[in-house]
T-cell receptor
Framework: AQKVTQAQTEISVVEKEDVTLDCVYE???????LFWYKQPPSGELVFLIR??????QNEISGRYSWNFQKSTSSFNFTITASQVVDSAVYFC??????????????FGQGTILTVHP | DTAVSQTPKYLVTQMGNDKSIKCEQN?????MYWYKQDSKKFLKIMFS???????INETVPNRFSPKSPDKAHLNLHINSLELGDSAVYFC???????????????FGPGTRLLVL
């Protein structure tokens, strides 16, 4: 069975600090996909990134970067020079390919990030 | 231009009532989902439909019945509402690629259901 763990329940930082959100996953599949979603205070779920299990290259998008390490089953998310607008709940999620999963997303518990001015 | 829309956005009702939540996507996707987010923000899948056919049915009480009149719509009907049904319900859609699963899911804005 697939499982995603985000051990950090809440993180509080001051603006311009860098912050890393941890995500550890479990799956028996060799083909799987990892995602990060952002849920701002307004409540919608915003897609941030998708990664497949065969692509371990790190990715950078502006102030956001992701570090995927299969050896430790981790897919961590770093925000550089955080801003107040980054305050949100961040979810890591896993989807297995094929079988009966058919795209089902298994979410972590979420990390509440608060960025103070 | 909303990609995935849900109505209503807020729903306040009494225990025992029956209610429906509607979802529509204009992305041309084949697969649609319902997720439930509880008071602790935990998100869990309820149902998935692919081209109007039920694919995933997690352990959800029979009082919840999804209906897909066409592949752009997936509605959720809830009978005999209970206090524990209070949550945010999210609809999502995706377009399966070569492998079943793994495509990005785009979410609607959520429907906040409060059962009194």
């Amino acid at each position: 069975a697939q499982k995603v763990t985000q051990a950090q329940t809440e993180i509080s930082v001051v603006e311009k600090e860098d912050v890393t959100l941890d995500c550890v996953y479990e799956t028996r599949d060799t083909t799987y996909y990892l995602f990060w979603y952002k849920q701002p205070p307004s409540g919608e779920l915003v897609f941030l990134i998708r990664r497949n299990s065969f692509d371990e290259q790190n990715e950078i998008s502006g102030r956001y970067s992701w570090n995927f390490q299969k050896s430790t089953s981790s897919f961590n998310f770093t925000i550089t020079a955080s801003q107040v607008v980054d305050s949100a709940v961040y979810f890591c999620a896993l989807s297995e390919a094929g079988g009966t999963s058919y795209g089902k997303l298994t979410f972590g518990q979420g990390t509440i990030l608060t960025v103070h001015p | 231009d909303t990609a995935v829309s849900q109505t209503p956005k807020y729903l306040v009702t009494q225990m025992g009532n029956d209610k429906s939540i509607k979802c529509e996507q204009n992305l041309g996707h084949d697969t649609m989902y319902w997720y439930k987010q509880d008071s602790k923000k935990f998100l869990k899948i309820m149902f998935s439909y692919n081209n109007k056919e039920l694919i995933i049915n997690e352990t959800v009480p029979n009082r919840f019945s999804p209906k897909s009149p066409d592949k752009a719509h997936l509605n959720l009907h809830i009978n005999s509402l209970e206090l524990g049904d209070s949550a945010v319900y999210f609809c999502a859609s995706s377009q399966p690629g070569g492998l079943a699963g793994g495509e990005t899911q785009y979410f609607g804005p959520g429907t906040r259901l409060l059962v009194l």
